[in-house]
């Protein structure tokens, strides 16, 4: 409230009213002299300009001439303090917001490029105390920002200042306006009085100070019925506001809806301001400042549905959860369900589902499109290259030294090798082993060929291509259940239809093809396709041209591009049987299921690639087992069996070497297809080829590294080859014929028994050469010089004299028992033993009997038939320790023996021979124990 006895409050009415006294008496004099003149007898008072009035009231409007400046500054000092005008006087506040948000609204209008400066004839529009003031275009653009709420509460701030100023009206009106109509009666009443009379240059003066007093009134009522007037602008403008506060405040809820990712609440509002909107334009009071909110609604509702577009667009298939059904309730932006179900909800002018669909398949093809499906060509190569560069060729021919490749495959095949000559081997701890058996730059290798088929099949086929099947299933059933009915109706517009279906078919069947593409070319190629190609993708990505690839041959493991370099065969099979896993597990998953997107055509696709990649990995691994083989020997240095007696460890090694290899190779063979089975029928026989071939070489090699240990060599191998015809080969035969359907195990007459069976042979024949040669040598030289060296014996038998058993006989069996001690020292197995004693003693007897052609004298044929006699007595002896089958015949030397002995003293013969077994009793015994 306005204290008259407080100073500042005294000259804010003073100058408010224009008084020099706040108790006038004569309101010529106590009134400040204005130029602006108002006169009461004007018919319509509305005319009167509101800038007057107002500065009159001292509302906020620019002073309109100096004079009225100069009177309000020429205010004397009261008291010695010089009078301020108030702040609602002041030039610079004139533009103030009545409502009470902007200190100048003319600034605000300049920023806005509405008015120039503020003697623009458009700023009339929006000041309140302007006889053109516009409340609707003054709320739509000063205060287009605000809510319902903040328009109230400026309402209630011009309210009050309305308010504020009543009493001071009021008592205005009581105080002066009375007095002043009661001074106009009385001036009329008086004019009419002097009018009847002849006072004429009085009446004129009481004509003036009539005038003068009209005018004065006037400038009271004036501001008063002003402001009746702006209270009813004011009035109906919040009327208007509080009928449509629900419209008017709809983008500021709307847009808080979206801040707070509440849909729910924002689809609401939305369809309550649609029918709303709806039914004002339909009615009689349509305000064109609807259609302005209504705008700013649909560019609201436009943003909001590019924006969910946008995090639509966003969304990769890999990072949407494979089990995206169960999370239905998630409302996070993340999720493309409900990011599609709003905008469906919401209306919009594209098929969303289509357009998210056609997104995610060109993600996934532009994928598939870099080069062998998502590889890491440059990370391949420098690996292959690290090998071969670590392993290369030494091409010196003049160089004896060993090359690095035979070092390395040394190297593995000796790890190898020590591992499964173990007798305590089990194939339960390959996994964990399989690993260590190659250098690390080649397990190395592996592990990057096992990334780029995860990459493949588990991320791109399971985690995009199935995924990319089950999200259309969705599409075309579940999702419905989701959308409110009014939403079910706009679906009708986007559904899936036949001729989309066909189209998603297409995209579904060109993945998977690529996909197969991909996969069949990697397990196709050569060596140096491979390398030829990763080159291409490297430079070129998914521009690339391969090239064909070439042949791959069963006898040459580098044309098998999908194994590294000098990679073993366990090694090898073990990583296959994991990529295989990974391969058919993912593409035989599309066939198994009852897919939307699956087709004959690529169920028979995925099929031959199946195929494919089934028999190149097998072929592969066949040739791989064979390379080893031939490398094998490059180790095996026939060391001794731990566990067979005679054998070495390679019977071990191959007993748990094609168990692993049969195991492995039958979690790979997976089709049933002839052609493949007989190609790895002969694969697997031409194995024994080859390891019937190394096992002579190595012999060979090891009798030149020790030529004093060829007796064992020679003996060790024949008796290998032997165990393997009658035990080992038979039994790795049933392994397979149980893993792959054949019987191979059932046919006695497979040419490998043959090729073994005359191989040994011919190395014990090979082996028996010189002992043979050199007992006939021993016979035949010591039969020839019977009649020299017997001579006098008669003479001797005459005197009683013990007649010794010629030297020959002796040297034979002496050679035979040093023999015998030999092959015991190396451990050679005794049946073995047996059977190169059996072997000499056959080629004793038959040379002794091809010699008697002699014609011997009489000491002679005594001497030659005490060593038959000896000889036979002896063998006779030996046949009955020896096995059965080891049993010589005697036949032919007994014969002969009886045909001399008949001539001669047996008494005599019979004394002798006893005498020189008792004599030569240690070598006779040696001789004749088995």
């Known amino acids: 409230m306005i204290n008259p006895d407080i100073l500042e409050d005294k000259e804010i009415l003073l100058d408010f009213y224009q008084l020099k006294t706040l108790d006038p008496k004569d309101y010529e004099k106590d009134s400040i002299q204005s130029t ?18 107002n500065h009159l009231l001292g509302d906020t409007m620019n002073d309109l001439n100096t004079s009225v400046n100069d009177n309000l500054n020429g205010i004397k000092p009261i008291n010695g303090v010089k009078r301020t005008l108030s702040t609602h006087s002041k030039s610079s506040s004139t533009y103030k917001d009545a409502l009470g948000f902007h200190q100048n609204i003319l600034d605000e209008l300049m920023d806005k490029d509405i008015v120039d400066d503020t003697r623009d004839p458009q700023l009339n529009k929006y000041m309140i105390d302007s006889k053109l003031f516009d409340p609707k275009l003054f709320l739509s653009v000063i205060h287009s920002d605000k809510s319902l709420n903040d328009l109230m509460n400026g309402i209630n701030n011009l309210q009050n200042d309305i308010n504020s100023k009543k009493p001071l009206l009021q008592q205005l009106i009581t105080d002066n306006f009375e007095k002043t109509l009661s001074s106009k009666n009385s001036l009329d009443k008086i004019y009419t009085d002097f009018s009847s009379s002849n006072l004429g240059s009085e009446i ?64 609401k509002e939305y369809e309550i301001g649609v029918k709303y909107f709806q039914n004002l334009k339909s009615s009689n009071n349509y305000n064109p400042l609807f259609d302005k909110i209504w705008s700013s609604i649909n560019k609201l509702v436009d943003d909001y549905k590019n924006s969910m577009t946008i995090d639509l667009n966003k969304i990769h298939i890999e ?72 392993y290369q060729i030494n091409n010196d021919k003049n160089d004896s030294t060993l090359l690095d490749s035979e070092i390395l495959s040394n190297t593995t095949m000796r790890r190898l090798f020590s591992i499964f000559e173990s007798s305590i081997f089990n194939i339960d701890q390959l996994d964990k082993i399989y690993e260590k058996l190659d250098f690390p730059l080649i397990i190395q290798l592996w592990g990057y060929l096992t990334d780029y088929v995860s990459d493949v099949t588990q991320e791109v086929v399971g985690k995009k291509i199935l995924k990319f099947d089950s999200i259309i299933q969705f ?100 990583f296959c049987v994991n990529l295989h896993k990974l391969i058919y597990t993912k593409l035989s998953e599309i066939q198994n299921k009852d897919l939307v997107l699956n087709s004959p055509d690529l169920n028979s696709k995925i099929t031959s690639t199946l195929m494919s990649i089934n028999k190149n990995m097998i072929t592969g691994c066949l040739t791989n087992l064979n390379s080893d083989l031939m490398k094998i020997f490059d180790v095996d240095n026939m060391s001794p069996s731990d566990t067979i007696e005679g054998a070495t460890k390679l019977i071990t090694f191959l007993q748990n070497y094609y168990k692993v290899f049969i195991s492995k190779l039958h979690e790979i ?14 694969q697997f026989l031409h194995s024994f080829d080859i390891l019937l071939n190394g096992m002579v070489k190595n012999v060979s ?17 024949v008796y290998d080859m032997r165990n393997l015809t009658q035990r080992i080969i038979p039994s790795i035969l049933a392994s397979f014929d149980l893993n792959f359907q054949s019987n191979l195990s059932k046919n006695p007459n497979l040419p490998l028994y043959s090729k073994f069976d005359k191989i040994e042979y011919k190395l014990f024949s090979d082996y028996m050469k010189e002992p043979l040669s050199i007992i006939k040598k021993i016979v035949s030289n010591g039969i020839s010089e019977i009649n020299t060296n017997s001579n006098g014996l008669m003479i001797k038998l005459a005197k009683s004299e013990v007649i010794e058993v010629s030297p020959y006989i002796l040297k034979s069996i002496n050679h035979i028992n040093n023999l015998k001690s030999r ?30 052609t002699v014609k011997f004298s009489d000491d002679g044929l005594y001497q030659i038939v005490l060593d038959m006699d000896l000889l036979s007595m002896l063998l006779r002896k030996y046949n009955t320790r020896c096995p059965k089958v080891n049993i010589t015949d005697t036949s032919n030397l007994d014969k002969a023996l009886e045909t001399f002995k008949s001539k001669l003293d047996a008494a005599s013969l019979d004394k002798n021979r006893e005498e020189n077994i008792n004599m030569n009793y240690a070598q006779f015994e040696c001789f004749i124990t088995c």
């Open 669 to 682: 063979h997976i089709f049933n297809n002839d052609e493949l089975t007989n190609s790895i029928e002969k």
């Open 204 to 267: 004129e003066i009481l004509n003036k100070n009539l005038a003068y007093s009209n005018n004065s009134a006037n400038q009271l009522l004036n501001p008063v019925l002003l402001l009746i007037s702006k209270e009813q602008e004011l009035s109906n403008a919040m009327e208007f506001i509080n009928n449509n506060k629900n419209f008017l405040d709809l983008p500021k809820k709307l847009k808080s809806y979206i801040n707070e990712d509440d849909f729910d609440s924002f689809l």
């Open 36 to 53: 602006f003149k108002l006169d009461l007898s004007t018919e319509d008072l509305s005319q009167i300009p509101k800038e007057v009035v």
């Open 701 to 717: 090699k090891q009798c030149l590294l020790d030529p004093s240990r060829s007796d064992y060599y020679y003996l060790a191998t």
């Open 823 to 852: 092959l015991l020292n190396f451990k050679i197995r005794n049946s073995f033993i047996q059977d190169v004693q059996s072997s000499l003693i056959g080629q004793l007897q038959k040379k002794i009997v091809d010699n008697l």
């Open 475 to 574: 599409f075309l059933g579940d999702f419905n259940n989701l959308l409110s009915e009014k939403a079910k109706k706009n679906l009708n517009s986007y559904k899936i239809n036949n001729q989309d279906l066909n189209q998603m078919k297409d995209y579904f069947s060109l993945m998977i093809i690529k996909i197969c593409n991909r996969l069949e070319y990697f397990f196709s190629c050569t060596t140096s396709d491979l390398t030829t190609a990763l080159k291409i993708s490297s430079e070129f990505g998914p521009k690339s041209v391969y090239p064909k690839v070439g042949i791959q041959d069963s006898n040459d493991i580098t044309t098998f591009g999908f194994i590294p370099p000098y990679s073993n065969s366990i090694s090898t099979i073990c």
């Open 319 to 390: 990072s949407i959860n494979s089990n995206f059904k169960l999370q239905l309730s998630n409302t996070k932006k993340s999720n493309f369900i409900i990011l599609l179900k709003r905008l469906i909800e919401l209306n919009p002018n594209q098929n969303p589902i289509k357009d998210f669909i056609n997104s995610q398949y060109k993600y996934i093809s532009d994928d598939l499109d870099k080069g062998l499906a998502k590889i890491n060509y440059e990370k391949l190569i420098n690996a292959r290259n690290s090998i071969l560069n670590a």
